[in-house]
């Protein structure tokens, strides 16, 4: 929720490309496995082996500020799939995050996850434009106060993960008071803070033609996704979102994988909503003076997003842990999106050992060393697609454990430097 577009506010077809896309990475990885699509799985897909991680993790990051997160993850609960991590936020940004995953309803068929998070204090990068073409200094800053989610869904599958339809719904909402300058420094400060809300539900649909569910090596994973992004005012675009992300597993040599991933996340407009720019900075209450040029600015900005995100809709953002990992979460957002990755893991297979340091407790199954790279490109119309795009590449390690935590640490380059990433799982899930 990086930008005013998010903070204001997928059955649908995906296209010829689309189409095209998901059934040649299916005639790949047939003709590749010599035409047998289901692939042996090599281990047990529901791990109920405990483990648990308890570390204060410091962070200084542009549009979040600096302080600690207070991280307690506790995998496979009572003998069980169920998952729980909780995030206490200390410093510039105040609040909790709490994760439940994978609580068993019928085993091995259905199960519930939830999320819940309370901040009341968050700053936040936004950008000045859409698309590709801002830079590394193009954004100004958002306080946030107040800013509460509720995410609830549930995953059916069957085939031993093979095939799963997964639904959740989610509700937003929140409060931004000021808009600030990259050096901190406010430009707006509203009398009545600005309130967003968004509502969504989405569907998806998992086909899991791999070895393992959780660390993968041979065959092809591909997800569809429908995100339902109904207008909460007359002000407000009616639109959904469909995804489609297929990932490739080739074997390389003894014990090492080759991944190749590719993304396309498109918004599809229903009906528009006010594009009027009048009427839009009324609703944002902006109060700039009459020679404060950079207020004026700022506000420009903000109305020309608003247009495009009413107009167009919002796909899936690019940038974060997932994708394009040199860039900060939801760096890049526009009405269509796409890219391509590729990965080479290489696997130092180890027996299963359990390890307990106290705070970190697991089962020690592997480690990876990968090497990794990435482009994508974000437009309003799919005909401009891909006429602007980035390119990252970087290299990461990640220890693989019996309770199905992937603990993985990247450290990627793109055009505006480096940027870490600190995750419990594989990129592109």
Request: aromatic share 12%.
């Amino acid at each position: 929720m990086t930008t005013f577009n998010k903070l204001h506010n997928t059955v649908g077809g995906y296209g010829s490309r689309a189409t095209g896309i998901l059934l040649g990475t299916v005639l790949f990885v047939s003709n590749a496995s010599g035409g047998d699509l289901l692939v042996d799985r090599r281990k047990d897909q529901f791990p109920t082996t405990s483990g648990r991680l308890l570390a204060p993790l410091p962070y200084s990051m542009p549009g979040l500020g600096e302080g600690f997160f207070l991280l307690g993850h506790f995998a496979n609960m009572f003998a069980s799939t169920t998952d729980l991590t909780l995030l206490q936020a200390t410093g510039d940004v105040k609040g909790t995050d709490l994760n439940l995953d994978q609580i068993p309803l019928i085993e091995k068929h259905l199960y519930v996850h939830a999320e819940l998070l309370n901040l009341s204090s968050i700053q936040q990068n936004y950008y000045d434009a859409r698309g590709m073409n801002t830079g590394k200094d193009d954004y100004t800053l958002l306080d946030i106060t107040s800013l509460k989610q509720r995410r609830f869904g549930l995953d059916l599958t069957f085939f031993e993960r093979r095939v799963t339809l997964s639904v959740d719904r989610s509700h937003a909402n929140g409060e931004l008071d000021t808009v600030r300058d990259p050096e901190g420094i406010a430009i707006q400060e509203f009398a009545d803070p600005y309130k967003f809300k968004n509502n969504d539900t989405r569907w998806g649909l998992q086909l899991d033609f791999t070895d393992d569910y959780q660390d993968a090596r041979k065959g092809v994973r591909t997800n569809l996704r429908y995100q339902n992004r109904p207008a909460l005012s007359g002000n407000d675009p009616d639109y959904f979102v469909t995804e489609l992300d297929a990932t490739v597993f080739t074997p390389m040599f003894t014990t090492d994988t080759l991944v190749f991933n590719i993304f396309q996340s498109d918004a599809h407009v229903r009906k528009k909503g006010n594009t009027d720019r009048t009427a839009i900075a009324q609703e944002l209450g902006f109060e700039c003076d009459s020679g404060d040029t950079q207020c004026q600015a700022t506000e420009a900005a903000v109305i020309d997003n608003f247009v495009n995100e009413r107009a167009h809709g919002t796909a899936t953002s690019l940038g974060g842990v997932n994708r394009l990992r040199a860039f900060p979460g939801e760096r890049f957002n526009g009405a269509h999106v796409a890219s391509i990755g590729a990965e080479y893991r290489m696997n130092f297979v180890r027996d299963a050992t359990p390890f307990n340091f106290s705070v970190w407790r697991d089962t020690h199954t592997g480690i990876q060393l990968a090497f990794f790279s990435e482009f994508g490109s974000v437009a309003e119309t799919m005909n401009e697609l891909w006429q602007d795009s980035r390119f990252v590449y970087g290299s990461g390690i990640r220890l693989v454990t019996g309770s199905g935590a992937v603990y993985r640490f990247d450290l990627a380059v793109g055009d505006e430097g480096l940027q870490p990433n600190l995750f419990f799982y594989y990129p592109w899930n």
